[in-house]
């Protein structure tokens, strides 16, 4: 953990330098690839030992896959190789060598690069084996149209930005800003002219990265202060469970829950605030006519607390890893998308027990959710005091189904989680089976591109 934090706060004093004195107008866009690949190697090789050889090893067998690999099948062989190889890390750290959880734990790294490795190959894909009238807009937009050399490959996987905390960012976006067309892109959006400017603005990501570092100031605090005083384990106590009424443990549930996310607030906006210094993560400019740099960002924390709906918790929490689900997975899966991506996103994480109870849960609840918002929520729209019962109560219910469906992440084991679902009567898989069982299902189609390039016109999609 020391070794992270100080990797992360020297990736943030050196990004601030690549910025100023390696810009696109300093030096060559393969002067930037080098600089970023070698400091993201060294920072591999501080934090994680010799165990970073897994990280280089995964990366070389890919880059070999891509150039002699069908493109046809690029994006098959990619995955599964990727994915094949972070599984056996997870088994081999976890049960064969018993590392369990260490501080040189080397699998965070490994998922963020098979992340990439997939991205890529499946934008590669896109690119060079479909048509363009096959692609959704996204697709069409990041499509990568040839195979990247070998200094660009290994500065999208392993440059010192991303290498320890991520986040997975897309091919397209990361070259753009090497080659310094990263803002430029993004600002040619806006008519710049009807706002009054002469020329396109400067935008710098200084203010954004102070106000980052603010939060994960707060954040480090918190977790210095809440976490370690509110453990999860408590909620499973044999006195505690004796002696707490039902309603009780479901509010020392939140609490427990809510002192778990500072760690996770601290790590991924610290590494968006990496990032942004180096001048990567602009995602252009709001209608009041602000910059933006939350492109790479992983968490929207108001919209977390705030969130009415299972659906909107899970969209602004660990916000890249949910989009690659949804470009290699849910875009992409011939059928049961929904199911197929939480199974991808908990094998993806690790092969704790935990992890699969809390994406199982996760499947069901979401699906009973989704049938409740479609059957009743067109109901309380009629009128403001109506709307507000509605998101008082659907807040209240998404957030304890987000701490009842996560406990089991926070305990990893069987006994534990089981103990924990026991100890309040099953009461969310109870509800969920009811509510699939008497409301009726609406089906939507999966989208446009499934039904121009899958040849399965039946395919479903359930918003």
């Known amino acids: 953990q020391i070794n992270f934090v100080a990797c992360q706060l020297f990736a943030l004093l050196a990004a601030f330098w690549f910025r100023i004195y390696l810009s696109p107008s300093h030096a060559s866009s393969a002067v930037r690839h080098a600089f970023a690949t070698l400091f993201g190697i060294y920072f591999a090789v501080f934090c994680f030992g010799w165990y970073s050889i897994h990280l280089f090893v995964l990366v070389m067998m890919n880059y070999g896959i891509m150039n002699m690999a069908s493109i046809p099948n690029i994006h098959r062989y990619s995955f599964v190789v990727a994915m094949g190889y972070l599984t056996l890390c997870h088994i081999s750290r976890i049960y064969i060598f018993h590392y369990g959880i260490l501080t040189t734990d080397f699998s965070g790294p490994l998922m963020i690069i098979t992340q990439k490795i997939t991205t890529l190959a499946c934008q590669l894909h896109d690119g060079i084996g479909r048509q363009a009238e096959e692609l959704t807009a996204e697709q069409n937009r990041l499509a990568v149209k040839s195979r990247p050399s070998l200094l660009e490959y290994l500065s999208y996987l392993l440059n010192f930005m991303s290498i320890i905390a991520g986040p997975c960012s897309n091919y397209k976006d990361y070259i753009a800003f090497i080659e310094g067309r990263h803002v430029h892109m993004k600002l040619l959006e806006v008519n710049w002219k009807q706002k009054g400017y002469d020329r396109l603005p400067d935008p710098s990501p200084t203010g954004a990265v102070m106000y980052k570092l603010c ?28 002696k707490t009424p039902f309603l009780s443990r479901l509010g020392y549930l939140y609490v427990v829950t809510q002192a778990a996310k500072p760690k996770y607030y601290f790590a991924w906006t610290l590494a968006d605030a990496v990032n942004n210094a180096a001048g990567y993560g602009f995602s252009g400019v709001d209608e009041r006519g602000t910059f933006r740099w939350d492109l790479l960002s992983n968490l929207n924390i108001w919209n977390i607390e705030t969130a009415t709906s299972f659906k909107m918790y899970i969209e602004n929490w660990n916000i890249q890893t949910a989009a690659w689900l949804k470009r290699v997975c849910y875009d992409r899966a011939p059928w049961y998308p929904t199911a197929l991506t939480f199974i991808l996103s908990a094998l993806w994480h690790g092969i704790y027990p935990g992890y699969y109870f809390t994406f199982l849960t996760g499947i069901l609840i979401t699906l009973a959710a989704r049938a409740i918002r479609n059957n009743f929520r067109h109901y309380f729209l009629s009128s403001v005091p109506l709307k507000i019962a509605y998101d008082v109560v659907t807040w209240a219910v998404t957030q304890l189904a987000v701490c009842y469906t996560v406990a089991p992440f926070v305990m990893l084991a069987v006994e534990p989680t089981i103990k924990f679902y026991k100890s309040v009567y099953f009461h969310m898989h109870i509800l969920s089976i009811l509510v699939l069982l008497l409301l009726p299902v609406r089906p939507q189609t999966h989208s446009v591109r499934r039904a121009q390039n899958q040849a399965m016109p039946n395919s479903i999609k359930n918003k």
């Open 215 to 242: 939060i994960t100031l707060v954040s480090l605090i918190l977790f210095l202060t809440l976490t370690k005083n509110f453990p999860m384990a408590y909620i499973i106590d044999n006195e505690f469970l004796d």
